[in-house]
C-alpha cells in the first residue's frame, strides 16, 4: 500500500533472467511491480517460445520458487537458466 514499506521476497527475480518452467518452456522477466491491492511483489515475465496464448504473464515472486509435485515427482516451479551460454537443460528436481 501507498507509503509502506515494500517486502522484498527472500528469492528475488530480476528483470533479463530467464528461467524454465518446470514443464519445460522457458519464459523472461520483464520486471517486477507491486500488486496494487496486497502490496505483495508480483514477476512479469514473457514467454520465449512461438505463438504463446498471451505476450505477458505475473506470478507471485513467491510462488515462482514454490515446489510442484508433477508425474510423481517434487519439482521446482522455475529454475533460472545460470549462463545465457547454457544451453536449455531439464528442470530441477528436488
Request: proline letters at 7%.
Amino acid at each position: 500500500m501507498r507509503g509502506d514499506p515494500i517486502v522484498v521476497p527472500e528469492r528475488m527475480v530480476y528483470a533479463g533472467e530467464e528461467y524454465q518452467h518446470y514443464k519445460g518452456d522457458w519464459y523472461r522477466v520483464v520486471c517486477t511491480a507491486e500488486h496494487s491491492n496486497t502490496g505483495e511483489m508480483m514477476a512479469v515475465y514473457e514467454p520465449m517460445y512461438d505463438n504463446p496464448d498471451w505476450p505477458y504473464f505475473t506470478r507471485p515472486v513467491n510462488e515462482f520458487f514454490d515446489i510442484v509435485e508433477w508425474q510423481g515427482k517434487s519439482l521446482q516451479r522455475f529454475t533460472k537458466r545460470e549462463s545465457s551460454h547454457e544451453q536449455c537443460g531439464k528442470p530441477k528436481e528436488i
